[in-house]
């Protein structure tokens, strides 16, 4: 099955940005799904961005407009860039794939990567 490991994450100030890699392996990239969720403390796990096989993408109220979710076949990963910063967006972010991405999860899970946004 898949396998999904993740990179970028870090320290920023509010109103900058990052973007975050996750490198795919073990399926044909371009026909499952992909996606980030995320989880902040105390607070439920979130379904933040996700893009299909055909390159159809959806996001979250909460971050259309600042992120970009997108996929290189040729290097089989996906990337969440993240502009205008907001410290709500703190989190540790989890790329994710399957069949299926939605709120209840996914079949494949990154290791999670630390975004963390100072005000």
């Known amino acids: 099955q898949v396998q999904l490991v993740e990179s970028g994450g870090g320290l920023v100030q509010a109103g900058g940005s990052l973007r975050l890699s996750c490198a795919a392996s073990?399926?044909?990239?371009?026909?499952?799904?992909m996606g980030w969720y995320r989880q902040a403390p105390g607070k439920p796990r979130e379904l933040v961005a996700r893009?299909?096989?055909?390159?159809?993408?959806d996001y979250v109220d909460s971050v259309k407009g600042r992120f970009t979710v997108s996929r290189d076949n040729a290097k089989n990963t996906v990337y969440l860039q993240m502009n205008s910063l907001k410290p709500e967006d703190t989190a540790v972010y989890y790329c994710?794939?399957?069949?299926?991405?939605?709120?209840?999860?996914?079949?494949?899970w990154g290791q999670g990567t630390q975004v963390t946004v100072s005000s």
């Open positions: 073990g399926k044909i990239f371009s026909s499952i799904a």
């Open positions: 994710a794939a399957g069949p299926v991405l939605n709120t209840r999860g996914a079949s494949a």
């Open positions: 893009i299909t096989s055909g390159g159809i993408t």
